[in-house]
């Protein structure tokens, strides 16, 4: 007697499992799940705002409290003979020299004939140093080339700024550019195959470009993965849509110790990322 008791229990037991059970599942199908509010609030990026730009002596300067700048120029060896004291004592903070150039006719690679002499004038005289490479490169095989090259004539040197790469239109009156026909696609895979491979060699990268060449030439989404060096002249502020590392705002610029106009520059810094 005692146990069928038992066993009748046991079945009660597990039949109220069972409805309790299809009870949850039922109020899970009629349940209203309620929305999962998402967060659409975008983080935006801090901003140069151009109209802050302070102008002294024709040099930019720039300061607010997410960035500050640098003055610099770049330089090659059209500006020939250069007393880099008088440079530093200028202001100038920064440079950029040409390393080399690719021939827009012969497709061969030069050393820029100042470098040498500029990279240890600049260097002696304490003055922050990046270096740029002008590239005439017809395809992805070319623009390696003129990489390998780069990190050939740098070993033994330091420099202080990312390797930029300089790609622009060459206007010829006798023949044409080797770079006429070359698709917007290749050129920009040029690009990137030059800054992808420097970048593996441990060294910071940049491109320098201005707006037809940006508009025209370069497929910008994949671009201004990239800092940017953008060339605009005289205008208040670059007319591109995507951020600009350095601006360089002239061609014409007058630095004591330079015979010859100068390109001056302005390099937005954020400040958590200067190094003292």
Known sequence: M???????????VAALFIVFALLIMIGRLFRKEEPIEENTEEVSEPTIDYSKIDVISGKYYYEDENFSSSFGIDISEFQDEIDWKKVKEDGVEFVYLRIGRRGATTGLIYEDSKFAANYEGAKENGLKLGVYFFSQAKDEKEALEEAAWVREHLKG???????VYDCEEVILEDEPSRLEGVEKEQLTANTIAFLEDMKKSGYDVMVYTYLYWADTFYDMEQIARY???????????????WPVSIWQYSNQGTINGIKEPTDLNIMFIRKNDRSE
């Not at 005692?2 to 009660?12: A, D, F, S």
């Not at 800092?227 to 849509?241: H, N, S």
Request: glycine share 0%; proline share 9%.
């Open 157 to 163: 040197k330091e420099v202080d700024l990312p390797v």
């Open 2 to 12: 005692k146990k069928n008791k038992i066993r009748r229990l046991e079945m009660l």
């Open 227 to 241: 800092p940017i060096w953008f060339a605009q002249y005289d205008t208040e502020a670059p007319k591109l849509e």
